[in-house]
């Protein structure tokens, strides 16, 4: 079972950064794709971006340009980047492994 722990969430004014991390407690160099989901309040889960073992990257609509989602399979830490950040990004974000599993969740609001 893959334990997947997420980090960095917090308070950010719109149009600032966050960066996001998900730490594995296993190898994730044989998982072929890993990402990250949120779910804001009142609304269902949806996708953010999914990266494959080779790098290839995948981002749902509402942050394409702004969020950059990367892998250290060394590290077995997946990153999310949250630039230009907007009050709709606020929820609670989520780390997924194509082994179906998820973290906890880290909260993110963006707000002035």
């Known amino acids: 079972q893959v334990q997947l722990v997420e980090s960095g969430g917090g308070l950010a004014q719109p149009g600032g950064s966050l960066r996001l991390s998900c730490a594995a407690s296993?190898?994730?160099?044989?998982?072929?794709?890993m990402g990250w989901y949120r779910q804001a309040p009142g609304k269902e889960r949806e996708l953010v971006a999914i990266i494959s073992r080779g790098g290839t990257t995948n981002y749902g609509d509402s942050v394409k340009g702004r969020f950059t989602i990367s892998r250290d399979n060394a590290k077995s830490m997946v990153y999310l980047q949250m630039n230009s950040l907007k009050p709709e990004d606020t929820a609670v974000y989520y780390c997924w492994s194509s082994m179906n599993n998820w973290g906890k969740g880290t909260l993110v609001t963006v707000s002035s």
């Open positions: 296993v190898t994730i160099f044989s998982i072929n794709n």
